[in-house]
Each structure stands twice: as structure tokens, then as C-alpha cells.
């Protein structure tokens, strides 16, 4: 990090971090989530349904999407990995995907709250999260060009802060300026900018393009001073070579005890962590009864929690190395899952509350702090895990396994959601799944070397 063009290669690297931050922050988790959940719940509704039954399908409905899009990035990951170190350029793919993303989210202002073409946007939405994190992926393959393996914890830590303090910013503006309550008025109690019809809900449904907007103007610093490694190659490699390649990668990562036991264990823990993500804003709706403005500050306190502690996260990364800081991170999301689990608007852990008993809500509120923070370190200290496990000759094909391990069971989490939803008709339930990945996940951790094959 010590010479300006370095910095700059950093720099540009870390604005894609921001640039993309707010398609999980506003679309996945705090804004559109919730507001599809409600949406869906009003339709199922109108066309008969029970309300508590409705809440569950709208839950459900949400979770067979996420499926489907996780098993698409699981098993595209590698092979585009793969793909673009044979290539040796990354570069051109990212800037695809990001295009083709961002095409996407703009579609999401047409869900209208008569959810008149609710599968569609369902459908658009969960498309461009696909693409979105098949260049974040990609992008992800940069990072062992960017310093050395004493640096890339900080590194890495740095820049998932800096991604969190976009998704900060951008939620802060959604709030200040356009999502609006039941009343029509945004957070500060104005009404949604540009003439936006509160009324039909286009403050709120003008998240879409907002993230399309973000991301396009963000991506600018990434195209000015991303480059793809210039000491590789370029070629035009054939699909059957790289189906070789990529088969002949997985049976070494076979025979190497330690990055065989981190992709194992990264492939339950992470699809959990996913699993947290996309259901925090859609719990708090269903359970809680939150609206989208109480909903986008638990998303401001998620956020900014996970821009401080991944920062401190990176720093630990840096002193102790990333296995510490991964096992202390799955543990406070354990104690989140089991929050969720024994939390309604009625009781904790079966102790009755009073009527309107504020104690659910701040209960979520740090439920969200701890969700943000040891989320984000849990991510930075498992992409600086993978560095320490990578072939230096070949990082796009690493982090393309990387990718498949934190999606190969994508329709896990979700699955088991929909399945527990369906059997006990709770949504608190239903979330019983997430706490046993997390500790299948913290089990595996104790085969993975400290510092990866190298200490093996």
C-alpha cells in the first residue's frame, strides 16, 4: 500500500465495495425486502388468505426466490472463476454484470403496492442480485494482487468498512429524503422528494433506481484505476479447458486438509449469515409489525455497526489472523439467532411482556447491531482466510470456489426456512435452521490451520 499507484488500485478496488453495498443494504435487507413482504402479504390477503397464513407464504415466496438465485451464483461462480484467470481478464466481466444489475434494480420502482406484477419483480429483483454478486465475486479476485498476507486482512477489513459506510449513506438518504411511513412522510417528516406520490408508494418503490443510480455513478473510481493483472496472459481459452482446469483445481483443494475444512465450514456458516440478512427487515415487518421508516433505522444501526467493527475486525485480522476472528463472530450471531427464535411481540424466551412493551423492539435494535457488525467482520476475515488458502497463479478460479462454498447450499438455509415456516406456522420458528448451520459451520472451523496450507 505504499507506492500512489497501489493505492489508487486499492482505491478503485474498495468503491466497488461502495458502488454495490447498497443492492444487500436496501434491497436485500432494509427497503425493498420489507416492502415486497408487505406487499405480497396485501395480495395474498385480497385474494383470501388467513393474514397469519399470508405472512408465512409471503415469507416463503421471498425464500424460494433467494433459493434459486443462490444455486445459480453457486454454480456459475467457479466456472466464471475459472474462466477469467484462463482468460486473464476479470475486468470486462465485472463491468457486465454490474451493467446488467443495474438494468435490474432500476426495474423495481414498477412494484406498485396492488402487487399487480409481484413475480415479475420478484423475479427482476432476485436476477440482478445475481449478477450483482457474480461481479462482486469477481472483484473478489483482485484482492491478492492488492498486498501481501500480512496486508490483505487490513485490506480486506478496510474495504468491507468502507462498503458498509456506503450502504450507511445510501440509507440515510433513502429515509431523509424518499421512503416514506404510513403517514406519507419520510423520517424528518417530509414528503418524499421530486413530487414522489406517497400515496402509490413511490417514494419507497423509488429504491430501484436509487441502487441503479448508486452503483452506476460509484463504479466510475473502479473503471478509472481497476486494471487486470498485466503479467497474465490474455487468451481465448476453450470451454472444455476450462471445465479441465476447474475439475483439476477441485481434486487438489480435495487433497488439502485445511482449505478443504475452511470451504466446508465457510459453506454453512455463510449461507446462515446470508439467511440473516435477507430476513432481518422481513421479521421485523411480519413479527414485529415494524414500518419501512423503523425498519431503515434498525438498517442505519445494522450498517453502521458493520462499517466500525469490520474496520476493528480487519485490524484483529491483522494481529491474530482470521480464524479468532471468524470463530468470535459466529458465536455472537448464534446468540442473534436465538434471540430471534425466542422473541415474539407477546414474550421473550416464554416470559409474558405487557402490551406494547417496548423491550422486542430494542432487543432487535441490538439484534441488528450485532447482525451488521459481526456480519461484516465475519465476511472480511473469511475473504482474508481465502487468500491465505489461495494459488497465487490462479485467484479468480480460488475465489469462484470461495463463491460456490458461500452458495452451494444457498437453497439450504432458505429450504430449511420454508420447511420449518410450513410446519410450525412461525415465522420465529422457522428461523430454528439458521442457529445449527452456525455451529455445523463453527465445528468444521477446528480443522482449518491458522494461516492457511502453509502452516498445514
Known amino acids: 500500500m505504499a507506492t500512489l499507484p497501489n493505492r489508487k488500485r486499492i482505491w478503485g ?41 399470508a405472512k408465512v407464504d409471503a415469507q416463503t415466496m421471498w425464500s424460494s426466490a433467494q433459493t434459486i438465485g443462490g444455486l445459480v451464483i453457486a454454480f456459475t461462480a467457479p466456472f466464471l472463476g475459472a474462466w477469467a484467470d484462463a482468460a ?3 475486468r470486462p466481466w465485472i463491468l457486465l454484470f454490474s451493467l446488467l444489475a443495474i438494468v435490474c434494480a432500476a426495474m423495481l420502482w414498477n412494484l406498485t403496492p396492488d402487487g399487480g406484477n409481484l413475480m415479475l419483480m420478484l423475479a427482476a429483483f432476485w436476477t440482478g442480485f445475481v449478477f450483482s454478486e457474480m461481479a462482486f465475486n469477481l472483484n473478489n479476485a483482485f484482492l ?30 433513502m429515509l431523509l429524503f424518499f421512503a416514506e411511513n404510513e403517514t406519507g412522510k419520510t423520517l424528518i417528516d417530509l414528503a418524499p422528494a421530486f413530487g414522489l406520490d406517497p400515496e402509490t408508494r413511490e417514494g419507497t418503490r423509488f429504491v430501484g433506481p436509487f441502487i441503479a443510480l448508486w452503483f452506476a455513478v460509484f463504479l466510475i473510481p473502479f ?16 470451454f472444455n479447458a476450462v471445465l479441465a482446469d476447474l475439475w483439476i483445481s477441485i481434486c487438489r483443494v480435495g487433497k488439502k486438509p485445511s482449505t478443504r475444512a475452511f470451504l466446508l465450514s465457510s459453506l454453512f456458516y455463510r449461507d446462515a449469515l446470508t439467511a440473516l440478512y435477507a430476513y432481518g427487515g422481513i421479521y421485523a415487518r411480519q413479527v414485529l409489525d415494524w414500518q419501512t421508516i423503523q425498519i431503515g433505522v434498525f438498517g442505519i444501526i445494522a450498517a453502521i455497526a458493520a462499517a466500525i467493527i469490520s474496520w476493528i475486525g480487519g485490524i484483529a485480522d491483522h494481529k491474530f489472523g482470521p480464524r479468532p476472528v471468524i470463530k468470535a463472530c459466529i458465536w455472537v450471531l448464534i446468540g442473534v439467532g436465538s434471540i430471534i427464535v425466542g422473541m415474539s411481540r407477546e414474550h421473550v424466551f416464554g416470559i409474558p411482556l405487557a402490551e406494547g412493551s417496548a423491550v422486542p423492539d430494542i432487543l432487535f435494535y441490538l439484534c441488528g447491531a450485532a ?12 475473504r482474508s482466510m481465502m487468500v491465505r ?16 462454498a458461500g452458495k452451494a447450499t444457498a437453497f439450504l438455509a432458505p429450504a430449511l426456512i420454508t420447511v420449518f415456516g410450513i410446519l410450525t406456522n412461525s415465522n420465529q420458528l422457522a428461523f430454528l435452521p439458521v442457529i445449527f448451520l452456525f455451529l455445523i459451520g463453527l465445528f468444521l472451523l477446528r480443522w482449518v490451520q491458522p494461516d492457511g496450507e502453509r502452516s498445514a
Open 13 to 53: 478496488w474498495m468503491f466497488f465495495d461502495w458502488a454495490q453495498q447498497p443492492y444487500a443494504t436496501l434491497g436485500l435487507t432494509f427497503i425493498f425486502a420489507p416492502y415486497f413482504a408487505a406487499v405480497a402479504t396485501d395480495a395474498l390477503v385480497a385474494q383470501g388468505a388467513d393474514l397469519a397464513d
Open 88 to 90: 486473464g481478464r476479470k
Open 144 to 173: 491478492p494482487d492488492l498486498g501481501t498476507n500480512d496486508e490483505v486482512g487490513r485490506i480486506s477489513g478496510t474495504a468491507t468498512a468502507f462498503g458498509y459506510w456506503g450502504g450507511v449513506v445510501s440509507l440515510f438518504l
Open 223 to 238: 473503471i478509472l484505476w481497476s486494471r487486470d493483472n498485466p503479467a497474465i496472459k490474455r487468451q481465448r481459452p476453450s
Open 371 to 382: 447482525i451488521g457488525g459481526a456480519g461484516g467482520a465475519l465476511y472480511s476475515a473469511s
Open 389 to 404: 488458502h489461495t494459488d497465487p497463479e490462479h485467484p479468480g478460479e480460488a475465489f469462484g470456489l470461495f463463491a460456490f
